[in-house]
């Protein structure tokens, strides 16, 4: 039971692989991953790429989707890039926003004396507005994890979130 995915390469894009590590580069940037996996190959052709196995086992068939998708990814980091958008919700304590270098720091969170901080990931540009932070890249590992990190720093403890509801929640992703 061979399992093959073929990802078409978008005009623009170039393609490079050495080895294990596929390169990939186009008008936003350039993104590398290393695509090794056991018994999976990864052939990049003039403007396609594809994924492929020989084995029958469950976890390298699905492997093989999830190096494709990754791979997609790449290709639309590279030319679109990509936008998550978060809302700051508060009911009583406004909460501040500042950024210092990589990290959100995030003041008045309920009230609290003790700033909270957020990780911003490399390669990814946050924008701080009143109550919107908008956070870009051409990683999407990158973008997501940050949101992620905001989220996490803004999470309840001790209190029922039904009830307390603030926080930094993601409402858009482009």
Excluded at 6 to 15: A, D, L, M, R, S
Excluded at 103 to 130: H, P, W, Y
């Amino acid at each position: 039971m061979a399992m093959e995915k073929t990802v078409t390469v978008p005009e623009g894009v170039q393609v490079q692989m050495k080895e294990t590590l596929l390169t990939i580069t186009g008008p936003k940037g350039t993104l590398q991953r290393d695509v090794r996996y056991p018994q999976v190959s990864v052939t990049v052709d003039a403007d396609t790429i594809v994924v492929r196995t020989e084995a029958s086992r469950k976890q390298i068939v699905a492997m093989v989707g999830t190096l494709a998708a990754h791979i997609r990814n790449m290709c639309k980091g590279v030319t679109e890039g990509f936008e998550y958008n978060m809302k700051v919700v508060f009911a009583h304590f406004p909460i501040q926003l500042k950024l210092q270098g990589n990290m959100l720091i995030i003041d008045n969170f309920l009230g609290e004396k003790q700033s909270r901080k957020a990780r911003i990931e490399e390669g990814v540009t946050a924008k701080v507005s009143n109550d919107e932070i908008t956070l870009t890249g051409i990683n999407k590992e990158s973008v997501g994890n940050s949101a992620a990190h905001i989220e996490h720093a803004t999470k309840i403890r001790n209190r029922d979130p039904r009830v307390f509801q603030d926080g930094i929640y993601i409402v858009g992703k482009a």
